[in-house]
T-cell receptor, first 116, second 116 residues
Framework: AQKVTQAQTEISVVEKEDVTLDCVYE???????LFWYKQPPSGELVFLIR??????QNEISGRYSWNFQKSTSSFNFTITASQVVDSAVYFC?????????????FGAGTQVVVTP | NAGVTQTPKFQVLKTGQSMTLQCAQD?????MYWYRQDPGMGLRLIYY???????DKGEVPNGYNVSRLNKREFSLRLESAAPSQTSVYFC???????????????FGAGSRLTVL
């Protein structure tokens, strides 16, 4: 069965600090997708990134960067120079296609609190 | 584009009452999902519909029924509401593999349900 673990329940930082969110996943599939979603205080779920299992290149988008390591089954997310607008709950998710076709499995989420 | 539209946004029910959450997407997506979000538990899949005419149970289907009315609409019904069903419900959809929008979940704004 597939599983996503976000061990950090809440992270508090002061503005301009960097913050790294951990995500560890479990699957026996060789083909899968990994995601990060952001849920700001307004409640909507915003897609941030998708990575497929064959692409281990790290990615940077502005202040956001993602580190995908198949060897440790991790897909970590770093916010550089955090801002108050980064305060949100961040979810990591996994999609596989074998024993649970098409389902997206979410982690419990990490609450990020950025204070001025 | 409206994307994924859920109604109602808020609802208060008494124990034992029934209600239906409506969801419609205008992106021609094949697969649709219902999740519930509870504090500290992330998003848990209730039911999903891989394509029009099919539905399948997720992690927490007890107490719910679904109907995939057509390609656009996927409703979630609570036949006899219980306080344990107090939650925020999200509908989501994704496109067929190999098409634009595939493998990214697009979410509705959420429906907050309170059962007294």
């Amino acid at each position: 069965a597939q599983k996503v673990t976000q061990a950090q329940t809440e992270i508090s930082v002061v503005e301009k600090e960097d913050v790294t969110l951990d995500c560890v996943y479990e699957t026996r599939d060789t083909t899968y997708y990994l995601f990060w979603y952001k849920q700001p205080p307004s409640g909507e779920l915003v897609f941030l990134i998708r990575r497929n299992s064959f692409d281990e290149q790290n990615e940077i988008s502005g202040r956001y960067s993602w580190n995908f390591q198949k060897s440790t089954s991790s897909f970590n997310f770093t916010i550089t120079a955090s801002q108050v607008v980064d305060s949100a709950v961040y979810f990591c998710a996994l999609r596989t296609f074998t024993d649970s076709w098409g389902k997206f499995q979410f982690g419990a989420g990490t609450q990020v609190v950025v204070t001025p | 584009n409206a994307g994924v539209t859920q109604t109602p946004k808020f609802q208060v029910l008494k124990t034992g009452q029934s209600m239906t959450l409506q969801c419609a997407q205008d992106m021609n997506h094949n697969s649709m999902y219902w999740y519930r979000q509870d504090p500290g538990m992330g998003l848990r899949l209730i039911y999903y519909s891989a394509s029009e005419g099919t539905t399948d149970k997720g992690e927490v289907p007890n107490g719910y029924n679904v109907s995939r009315l057509n390609k656009r609409e996927f409703s979630l019904r609570l036949e006899s509401a219980a306080p344990s069903q107090t939650s925020v419900y999200f509908c989501a959809s994704t496109a067929l593999e190999g098409t634009s929008g595939a493998n990214v979940l697009t979410f509705g704004a959420g429906s907050r349900l309170t059962v007294l």
